[in-house]
Nanobody, 124 residues
């Protein structure tokens, strides 16, 4: 049974930083592209960042480029999202996703496994 468990969310002031983690189990982690999505109240879920299964390619939404960084540790079956220079508009529930043999790009998550999400709130 595949499980993705996010952690690291919380309340932070604008301009601050947070590091999200997603621990995966029940899958061969190194064969999965990993990604982060977010959903704000009243909005659709949107792609934030992704990393290819081989770890050699990353993709980002334009809204977070230069501020967020995705990385993975295959030895720990964990993917991270380092979020810097946070803005109130980054407030959302952040979800981890896993897609086998995926590229990590924005539109290649139709068959992904999903975590339960972690809340990130950025105050102004």
């Amino acid at each position: 049974q595949v499980q993705l468990v996010e952690s690291g969310g919380g309340l932070v002031q604008a301009g601050g930083s947070l590091r999200l983690s997603c621990a995966a189990s029940g899958l061969v982690f190194s064969t999965y592209a990993m990604g982060w999505f977010r959903q704000a109240p009243g909005k659709e879920r949107e792609f934030v960042a992704g990393i290819r299964w081989g770890g050699d390619t990353t993709s980002y939404a334009d809204s977070v480029k230069g501020r967020f960084s995705i990385s993975r540790d295959n030895a720990k079956n964990t993917v991270y999202l380092q979020m810097n220079s946070l803005k109130p508009e980054d407030t959302a529930v952040y979800y981890c996703a896993a897609s086998q043999w995926g590229s990590g790009r924005a539109r290649q998550w139709s068959n992904a496994y999903w975590g339960q999400g972690t809340q990130v709130t950025v105050s102004s």
